[in-house]
């Protein structure tokens, strides 16, 4: 099920199209470096750096699954606390460019019980896992055991941030924050989207709305975009 929706993800989004064409950009340039199994050549300048573009912008676009922190691999819980949005300046195919970013600042508690804090970048990586993760859980039949459950970065941090655009306010079903996700994938700065459609969301609910006429709005919006 989890998988599955990635493959439907990654067939039927921009961001899935877009993730398939970069990777198809550098698979020629790593297999240039190839002697039988080993990278054992080094890429020529040129080369290296357009690698090196390209890995920036999936980097931008696909952000990480959380903290470096160590903390992060195994945290009790955690609360999104800010959102810091950003554009970073890049050059490629010698035509100077700027990609939007989101960076999440997060406060969790470890296994040991101490808090921590940290901050990653926001992007179709952790959105996809989250949706995947919550779509799963919603319709499967099977509910995992808590020894089994996932580890919360990357895959309840779309909910997280969007409960940070949602003070005070619990919502019915995560099928919303799923929703939202997978509008967002259709753009091609994913994080950037989310954050969008989560604050038209959360306004259109401070209005008296209801949850499913909230969604409605947003969607209808993005579609006149």
């Not at 606390?81 to 939007?100: D, H, L, Q, W």
């Not at 989310?194 to 919006?221: H, N």
């Amino acid at each position: 099920m989890h998988e599955y929706w990635h493959y439907l993800h990654n067939i039927t989004t921009i961001s899935g199209f877009r993730a398939f064409v970069l990777a198809q950009l550098l698979v020629p340039r790593f297999a240039s470096t190839l002697v039988g199994r080993e990278s054992l050549k080094r890429l020529d300048i040129a080369s290296a750096e357009y690698v090196a573009t390209l890995l920036k912008l999936f980097y931008l676009r696909d952000g990480v699954a959380g903290p470096k922190n160590p903390w992060a691999r195994d945290p009790r819980s955690f609360t999104a606390t800010k959102i810091v949005e950003g554009n970073e300046p890049f050059a490629i195919g010698g035509r100077a460019s700027v990609e939007p970013f989101v960076s999440i600042g997060v406060k969790g508690t470890a296994q040991n019980g101490r808090i921590y804090g940290g901050e990653f970048k926001f992007g179709s990586l952790a959105i996809e896992e989250s949706v995947a993760w919550m779509v799963q859980d919603k319709i499967s039949s099977v509910k995992m055991p808590l020894h089994m459950q996932p580890p919360l970065f990357p895959y309840a941090t779309a909910g997280r941030v969007l409960n940070l655009m949602l003070p005070g306010r619990d919502l019915t079903s995560t099928f919303y924050p799923a929703a939202l996700g997978t509008l967002s994938l259709l753009h091609t700065s994913p994080g950037t989207a989310f954050i969008s459609f989560g604050r038209d969301f959360a306004k259109a609910l401070a209005s008296g709305a209801s949850e499913d006429a909230a969604l409605d709005g947003v969607i209808g919006a993005s579609r006149a975009r």
